[in-house]
T-cell receptor, first 115, second 115 residues
Framework: DGGITQSPKYLFRKEGQNVTLSCEQN?????MYWYRQDPGQGLRLIYY???????QKGDIAEGYSVSREKKESFPLTVTSAQKNPTAFYLC??????????????FGDGTRLSIL | DQQVKQNSPSLSVQEGRISILNCDYT??????FLWYKKYPAEGPTFLIS?????DKNEDGRFTVFLNKSAKHLSLHIVPSQPGDSAVYFC??????????????FGQGTILTVHP
């Protein structure tokens, strides 16, 4: 089945450590996105990538980094510079056509907790 | 600056009745609008979308209405079913330019459908 896989589902890390969240898709989508969801809030865009080897900052990129070396993969690193990293992280992907008006499809998320 | 707003944090309806979820936006560049449904600890699932060239789009029990002059859209679910109980997010994007494919989400509305 085609889809988006995020791993792990739950992640615990000590304060001050960097941590990398995995996102893989086999939908042949060009574009990939990372969002963060906090309780009672909508999804906020962290980073997005429209093609391999290119990515742009979203609305809340500070303290995060990404890479896009393969079409299928878009890992997100939460660095120690991120002031409040505990959140639910969602990865999404979409086709890059139609002027960008394509629905994004989401993985099931990773819940990151900093101890 | 909240460009997409869902002013009702929650909505409760009886099974079989109509559910109406509302969303307002401020950015006149938005030309594509989507609704997503989300269960706890899962990623959002795409429900239905509408382009700004239309004022209505229907898919089964789900209909989205767009009023461009009022910068308002709504999602109608009829008849509502208990399985529809979830958080509903509206989202918007502007085609072309630097915002290509980038979605802006509302805060979400919790829908509860009572048997």
């Amino acid at each position: 089945d085609g889809g988006i896989t995020q791993s792990p589902k739950y992640l615990f890390r000590k304060e001050g450590q960097n941590v990398t969240l995995s996102c893989e898709q086999n939908l042949n989508h060009d574009a990939m996105y990372w969002y963060r969801q906090d309780p009672g809030q909508g999804l906020r865009l962290i980073y997005y990538s429209q093609i391999v080897n290119d990515f742009q900052k979203g609305d809340i990129a500070e303290g995060y980094s990404v890479s896009r070396e393969k079409k299928e993969s878009f890992p997100l690193t939460v660095t120690s510079a991120q002031k409040n990293p505990t959140a639910f992280y969602l990865c999404a992907s979409s086709f890059r056509r139609g002027g960008g008006n394509q629905p994004q499809h989401f993985g099931d998320g990773t819940r990151l907790s900093i101890l | 600056d909240q460009q997409v707003k869902q002013n009702s944090p929650s909505l409760s309806v009886q099974e079989g009745r109509i559910s109406i979820l509302n969303c307002d936006y401020t950015n006149s560049m938005f030309d594509y609008f989507l609704w997503y449904k989300k269960y706890p600890a899962e990623g959002p699932t795409f429900l239905i979308s509408i382009s700004s060239i239309k004022d209505k789009n229907e898919d089964g029990r789900f209909t989205v209405f767009l009023n461009k002059s009022a910068k308002h859209l709504s999602l109608h679910i009829v008849p509502s079913q208990p399985g529809d109980s979830a958080v509903y997010f509206c989202a918007a994007s502007a085609s072309g330019g630097t915002s290509y494919g980038k979605l802006t989400f509302g805060q979400g509305t919790i829908l509860t459908v009572h048997p």
